[in-house]
């Protein structure tokens, strides 16, 4: 079992640049695969963005690919996700995630632990 905490969020304006940090308990985080996701009010939960257990694969959603970058340091255990260019509609509760047995990388459902989840907030 992995406990996640989630740290790094805030308020910015639009086309700054925030980095949150998922810190993991226990001594194998190598083995999670990580996601990050992200549920603004009134809509639904949706992918961000997901890493594999070396680092060597990753993987974006539509909307944040080219502005957000995943990257994990496993003797750290933490992953993060540095966010360039933001807009309003980045605007979110961002949670961190993870799970041992991967069998869909974007899909909330296929992961086991959650963190609590930070807010970002984009001004115009």
């Known amino acids: 079992q992995v406990q996640l905490v989630e740290s790094g969020g805030g308020l910015v304006q639009a086309g700054d640049s925030l980095r949150l940090s998922c810190a993991a308990s226990?001594?194998?985080?190598?083995?999670?695969?990580m996601g990050w996701f992200r549920q603004a009010p009134g809509k639904e939960r949706e992918f961000v963005s997901s890493?594999?257990?070396?680092?060597?694969?990753?993987y974006y959603s539509d909307s944040v690919k080219g502005r957000f970058t995943i990257s994990r340091d496993n003797a750290k255990n933490t992953v993060y996700l540095q966010m360039n260019s933001l807009k309003p509609e980045d605007t979110a509760v961002y949670y961190c995630?993870?799970?041992?047995?991967?069998?869909?990388?974007?899909?909330?459902?296929?992961?086991?632990?959650w963190g609590q989840g930070t807010q970002v907030n984009v001004s115009s």
């Open positions: 995630a993870a799970t041992k047995v991967l069998w869909s990388w974007n899909l909330g459902t296929a992961y086991d632990y």
């Open positions: 890493i594999s257990r070396s680092g060597s694969s990753t």
């Open positions: 226990g001594r194998t985080f190598s083995s999670y695969v």
